[in-house]
């Protein structure tokens, strides 16, 4: 397991934070062996989240059934893991899963989808309303748009939540 520095620096946010990934990857180990699956378990802490891969030898594909159309499989496996954390530990986990590098490649296609709602609403100085995403969706682009110097939210109900991209002179919030 590697780790990255977080910012409060705490030894004892990274022990609880490893802690997490450990019991994830039991969890995790046990239901591939349940379905019947080959995977390999690689954990990581970043930003202040314990994260958690399943990948595969036998290539990404061999893993699709636990990923499902747009993630869905993939955001309830994260669920049930996360439900596993808490069980153990008492504490509601922020653990993140990713399982054959989907969220990976996810997360380049929303950070090149925000770079170009960046410009657009530069260009015209009006708000862009993006197409609906789930949490974690938002959640990059949220982080794009804000290390590019401009302010988004997110408005609607789920399943049709999605993030507003507001022009620098807008920005109130």
């Known amino acids: 397991m590697t780790t990255d520095t977080t910012p409060e620096g705490s030894s004892d946010l990274v022990t609880r934070l490893e802690e997490e990934g450990e019991i994830a990857a039991d969890y995790l180990e046990e239901f591939l062996d349940i379905?019947?699956?080959?995977?390999d378990i690689d954990l990581d802490i970043k930003h202040d989240r314990a994260i958690v891969e399943v990948v595969s030898d036998d290539g990404p594909e061999?893993?699709?059934?636990?990923?499902?159309?747009?993630?869905?499989?993939?955001?309830?496996?994260?669920?049930?893991?996360?439900?596993?954390?808490?069980?153990?530990t008492g504490e509601r986990s922020r653990l993140m899963l990713d399982i054959a590098g989907f969220r990976a490649g996810r997360r380049g296609q929303l950070e090149r989808r925000a770079e170009e709602a960046i410009?657009?609403?530069?260009?015209?100085?009006?708000?862009?309303?993006?197409?609906?995403?789930?949490?974690?969706?938002?959640?990059?682009?949220?982080?794009?748009?804000?290390?590019?110097?401009?302010?988004?939210?997110?408005?609607?109900?789920?399943?049709?939540?999605?993030?507003?991209?507001h022009p620098e002179a807008s920005a109130s919030s």
């Open 35 to 39: 379905v019947d699956l080959d995977g």
């Open 119 to 165: 410009q657009q609403v530069r260009r015209s100085g009006e708000a862009l309303s993006l197409e609906p995403m789930n949490a974690f969706e938002r959640k990059v682009v949220h982080d794009a748009v804000a290390a590019a110097g401009l302010v988004s939210d997110s408005a609607g109900a789920d399943p049709q939540r999605h993030v507003v991209v």
């Open 62 to 88: 061999s893993l699709e059934v636990l990923v499902g159309g747009d993630g869905a499989v993939l955001d309830a496996l994260q669920d049930l893991t996360r439900l596993a954390v808490q069980a153990r």
